[in-house]
């Protein structure tokens, strides 16, 4: 059975189709207001009507950046769009049909969802993802089963408290992991550095117009794929708590396989080997167990629609 | 169907007959020596045929305090006895009758199950269960199945880094959650607090006979009992970390309760405050989700002989 | 032998003659731009000239906010003056006349050697003074003399590194002790809180408007004395931060006295009763050596005048 | 005028008559038992007059390992030996004389003052010691003059914290720099590293005859200097920790120059690369002001007695 899948970003929707084995056999667009919710029910609508008229599509899979109640209906809230136990399941279904299924998931559970059945898990049954832009998101995986907690909470792992006192983050915490794991975290050591030691950074501060403040994710990453020394510290150190981090998650969740997407993934090899050795550094029980291995989502940008549409189709 | 449970400590071994509804039936114990592995096989097949001549028990389940394989036949690996990828399934069965099921299981993982089925933790279908005892050992159920784990390594959270460069832990690693929330956290913070500040601890150095390095676990208990100041803020202390920590793993796992056992789970009414104070202090997404009640062990030290039968008894 | 004493601000200068016995015999101000140096030069040389009019005044100090040189003749940096290697004593000379006695020193320096000589710490040989607004800068004076460093760089307390991996700090370093132990931090903190439990934080969030991000420390300070938990609360934990931090102190320095002026310390009983406690926390050798008060400055807005005139009366 | 210097060990005293120069002329050396204070009391009066029968010597000087009065006459306490409260000078004096000027110094003060007059410091006039053995101990000169603070109890920077919630001092305190930047702190770190990845830990394990709580510092640093990756990092730990703390130490102290003894110092090329990274690393205000080079000590065992001397002369 094909199922509709449809991710949910701030300005936009993007859609696809997709098939029994995770393949996108069509995919469309629709242009849309994070402030008006209802725009957004009906941009799902249309893309569904739409499909329909071509494809035999059973389900309608919409992945969220929010938290998502335990019946997959309703977004209770979004830390970017006006959903405020928004039911987008009972909406779209109002304007298609009662008998069209309906599931919502956040965003990061269905990215790893799509890695685990379709992309670089797809071999594991246990399995770690860890979605990591601006911010770090993850899912989780164990025996087969995507871990929703009671409520639809977990997986939050960017809200770890790595660091007691540390930097305070967008949730009102400070030392959440996301802090240290994320290409903010990144931005920010690296403007602090241009601070700290203008003539290390000066690669860094020329690239940015001299303005310390201004330096840029990729600012740094240009900087480390040109050899700069300071650049490459810091994608290390930001690979150094990906991994530390990725080893405290092990230690709770044994998984098969960690597997890291998100724009910072996309540094490839200056990030990865500095994510292994924190890994392997902090690791508990090492040499008593196997080491799972980190690799990066092959998926792309289009797993939210592939992990959202194959949920749909989940009982 | 009734199924034996054993539970195996370092000088012997208690076991019982529990039936469906996590009932012990009838208990029984033997002496074992840690070094000598073959008797711990011996005195399992031992209780399993005693008891076999009063019950029909179909099953053996064995709680281990070490790293158990995948299969659940073999423990890999143990601090405290001498298992080193030791097949105690085998042994068992070579010694008892090849058609006797035998089940291992991590004996945190083994109580945590018994709490989960028939204690604390019976009303829930997503648990986290923290045993405190010396260490801090857990155990986690995600919609109704137990968290084991690629190769059985799950919920070792008490491994969980909670402090870079904090305390030195017996795996080697420094900063373990383990290394706060636990009896052996609380006896070394205590005897520090009595170098630290002598006249502050003046309860607490008269009842260790004046030497701070002598002061107990029962020594803080009993003095915060009392009223002492001193003991008192130190298991605040203490439960604030346990609470804290337990937020971190709420971001993870999004329990519907959080099941504290253990020694320490009896402090209690000194315990449970701060404990319950951290977890919402620390508790990500406050206000938008519910809160999971933290709420002490009910099953107490038969915890590992029900929850191994009862993991015996499912498939 | 009178002096002038000169201290300059982001857009004016406040000056005032100043007698032996620390005393302000009369005052003046002028309005300056941070990015015009030269406008600071004449203010400073106006007020000399209008202040020798009616005063036999030998010496101008001047309190800057910036690194002094050696010399103390010049401000080599400032965070937000537009001072970069700028002669002030040389400048304010060639506009008074090479015979006047010019001497430049740290605004922090100033204010604290005006409580050592003068103040709260009038009494003592050996001073820490913590001068703590939007930031945390300090004095230190060991056996009556003003503690300098070889290129005038000491006492920047506010830059000793408390929390490894911490708070991000304007001087692009993390975890300065001056991110925990200051205004910005009191305020970071309140909207922290506001966003992770708006609940607890409903005062704070009625005196902001709604915003948690608009909270202010007036609200803080206003809420606390109007007996609002969190406030208390966050006051609280300011006053252990700057305690412990000054312990770490007493461990370098063993002062005879701590004296803490600045906008902060304005919260008088609400805070110090925490720094107090999170001094004698941390103080080492406790039990061994008296322990040092910690005070409230007493000459308040106007130390910087009255410090620096004094300096310029020393040899 | 020539000075007797004394270095009090746990069981034996060290003494020598020192020149103007800090050139030793004679030593000798006595039994003593920590236990019988005036056994040391008896062997200080002992070298006093063997060296005055050939030498003209004005003052005795005693570097002792504990807190010394004000009046530099009395030791307060001692960690190791059984000094509490008691008056070493007057009873030096009470058996060679009244008219012998005898002046207690801590240990740490004496060495340090000893390279500052004479050793790696001599150039200087602000200088920060840190003497790194078991444990870590420092020294302070502001503008020529030792720091001793109020109550002697200056200078103490093992005790500054440096991770809340670090590792427990002996103090009774969490986190002290001495539990980050000392021997002590090295072979902890090896042990655990040894413990936490054998295979990484071959040769420290070769090196302790396969015990992980058998390795030890000695063994460390044999490795490093074969070659051994984690011995080298190990140690390239311990630098980047005392180059990190004595960069907060400059933001207060501001020194021309760090000297640093003690038996960890003769670690040597392996060891002060990564002093000096971690120092400029973390150095506030880097850009604008001068470095202090960071130097290995030059007087070796003997500084105690030459510092002991030298301050028993000055007034």
């Given at each position: 059975m094909h199922a509709v899948g449809v991710d949910i970003g701030g300005t936009k929707i993007a859609a696809g189709v997709v098939d029994e084995e995770g393949r996108i056999l069509a995919k469309t667009r629709r242009s849309t207001s994070p402030d008006d919710v209802a725009s957004i029910d009906r941009a799902i609508a249309e893309v569904y009507e739409e499909f329909s008229e071509q494809y035999a599509v059973g389900a309608v899979g919409v992945a969220a950046a929010g938290f998502v109640s335990t019946d997959r209906n309703t977004v209770l809230f979004a830390p970017n769009i006006a959903?405020?136990?928004?039911?987008i399941g009972d909406a779209v279904r109002g304007l298609v049909g009662a008998d069209v299924r309906v599931v919502v998931e956040n965003d990061a559970n269905a990215a790893g969802w799509a890695e685990f059945r379709?992309?670089?898990?797809?071999?594991?049954a246990d399995m770690l993802m860890l979605t990591i832009g601006t911010g770090l998101g993850g899912a989780v995986v164990t025996d087969g089963k995507l871990v929703r907690g009671r409520w639809g909470f977990a997986a939050e792992v960017g809200h770890v408290r790595v660091v007691p006192d540390g930097h305070v983050c967008g949730c009102g915490h400070?030392?959440?992991w996301e802090q240290y794991a994320s290409g903010s975290a990144l931005v920010r050591e690296a403007r602090a550095a241009a601070v700290a030691d203008p003539a290390r950074a000066a690669d860094l501060l020329r690239r940015a117009g001299g303005d310390p403040h201004a330096v840029s994710g990729p600012d740094v990453t240009a900087a480390a794929e040109a050899g700069d020394e300071l650049a490459r510290a810091l994608i290390a150190e930001l690979g150094r708590w990906i991994g530390e981090g990725a080893a405290s998650m092990a230690a709770v969740l044994d998984p098969e396989i960690v597997v890291v997407g998100g724009g910072v993934a996309d540094a490839g090899d200056l990030l990865f080997p500095s994510v292994n050795a924190g890994f392997l550094a902090q690791l508990s029980a090492r040499g008593h167990r196997p080491e799972a291995p980190i690799v990066g989502a092959t998926l792309g940008n289009d797993a939210g629609i592939v992990g959202a549409a194959d949920l749909a189709r989940q009982d």
């Amino acid at each position: 059975m094909h199922a509709v899948g449809v991710d949910i970003g701030g300005t936009k929707i993007a859609a696809g189709v997709v098939d029994e084995e995770g393949r996108i056999l069509a995919k469309t667009r629709r242009s849309t207001s994070p402030d008006d919710v209802a725009s957004i029910d009906r941009a799902i609508a249309e893309v569904y009507e739409e499909f329909s008229e071509q494809y035999a599509v059973g389900a309608v899979g919409v992945a969220a950046a929010g938290f998502v109640s335990t019946d997959r209906n309703t977004v209770l809230f979004a830390p970017n769009i006006a959903w405020r136990d928004h039911a987008i399941g009972d909406a779209v279904r109002g304007l298609v049909g009662a008998d069209v299924r309906v599931v919502v998931e956040n965003d990061a559970n269905a990215a790893g969802w799509a890695e685990f059945r379709f992309g670089a898990g797809r071999d594991a049954a246990d399995m770690l993802m860890l979605t990591i832009g601006t911010g770090l998101g993850g899912a989780v995986v164990t025996d087969g089963k995507l871990v929703r907690g009671r409520w639809g909470f977990a997986a939050e792992v960017g809200h770890v408290r790595v660091v007691p006192d540390g930097h305070v983050c967008g949730c009102g915490h400070n030392g959440c992991w996301e802090q240290y794991a994320s290409g903010s975290a990144l931005v920010r050591e690296a403007r602090a550095a241009a601070v700290a030691d203008p003539a290390r950074a000066a690669d860094l501060l020329r690239r940015a117009g001299g303005d310390p403040h201004a330096v840029s994710g990729p600012d740094v990453t240009a900087a480390a794929e040109a050899g700069d020394e300071l650049a490459r510290a810091l994608i290390a150190e930001l690979g150094r708590w990906i991994g530390e981090g990725a080893a405290s998650m092990a230690a709770v969740l044994d998984p098969e396989i960690v597997v890291v997407g998100g724009g910072v993934a996309d540094a490839g090899d200056l990030l990865f080997p500095s994510v292994n050795a924190g890994f392997l550094a902090q690791l508990s029980a090492r040499g008593h167990r196997p080491e799972a291995p980190i690799v990066g989502a092959t998926l792309g940008n289009d797993a939210g629609i592939v992990g959202a549409a194959d949920l749909a189709r989940q009982d």
